[in-house]
């Protein structure tokens, strides 16, 4: 439920309605945004009758809220999030290339692909250290010693890092080591997972689950959003289908569908939605033409000797191409590439 206060309400009104809403057993959310200052009473509001806040001095009006996801939603929240990094914002004007390896395999592997995707114009660097193989006996990453490399990349680049979380075994760890959790497709709906993650404060990007609805992936937003963490982005990378000529189709109408339901950020991964090396850069494309917020893409130098996902790497060289024709789309749609600043440790800021 959202209590919608008066412009000239004093403090000590919204502190008066805030005390009601905590008498009623519901949490608080305070939005004070330029334009009104919102209180979010989450819980099971169905059985409160909105008459119950309606009459207090200073308030406006009270609008349930539609969506069975709350924090996540733009009715609740509608300016948008900005999730902060180092030197550049996800979510605001400004386009974020996330790029690097399906996997670290080697120091020098991690290394050599940071800087060249970095000159090319990434923001970011990812790279996957605990794998979610479709096979046990497929390489499995090379966990800590992999943090270790990544951040060596770090270091000599001033990329921040990407790195997926498959557990909570993992979250002590990887809480110290990166500065933006992934939450894979397939553990999107990993709830204890998810709660596990809210309870810190790294920025989290997390992706659509293989078969999951856009209501599905803001429900789990909600569970990171409503432990406190609001450092939420999220990721389409294509969806199953009956379609068999790419590994996933891409939904490209998902990026305009959330950009409506949520304040959260939109990415969109042309790597995983495609399957393809060859379709990557105009998926790209299409994503920001969309209004997707950024991009995360996979880079090898030698994609065809990758330990995972070759097929859909793209050569640094192509990188390169990619992020000018994005960069040129973003101009259009009135943004611009972001671009880091390159100090260590990230900036960490709360929602905003
Ligand atoms: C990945 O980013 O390497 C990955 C495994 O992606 P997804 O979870 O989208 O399949
Ligand atoms: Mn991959």
Redesign the pocket.
Known sequence: MMIIMKANATPQQVEAVIAQVKSEGLNVHLSQGVEATIIGAIGETHSIPPDRFEGLDGVESVQRITQPYKLASRQFHPEDTRVTLDGFAVGGEEIAIIAGP??VESRSQIVETALAVKEAGACAL?G?VF??RTSPYSFQGLGEEGLEFLAEARDRTGLPIVV?IMSQVQLELMARLVDVL?V????MQNFNLLRAIGEIRTPVLL??G?SATVEELLMSAEYILSGGNRQVML?E??IRTLETSTRNTTDINAIPVMKNLTHLPVLL?P??STGHADLVPAVARAAVAAGADGL?V?VHPDPAHAV??GKQSLKPEKFAQMVDQVGQIAQVMGRRLAVVRGEHPSARQGWT
């Open positions: 399906c996997s990812r996957g794998k979610p997926e992934q894979g497709a397939r553990n992706k659509r293989l990721c990378r294509g991964d790597s995983h995360i996979e995972s996902d």
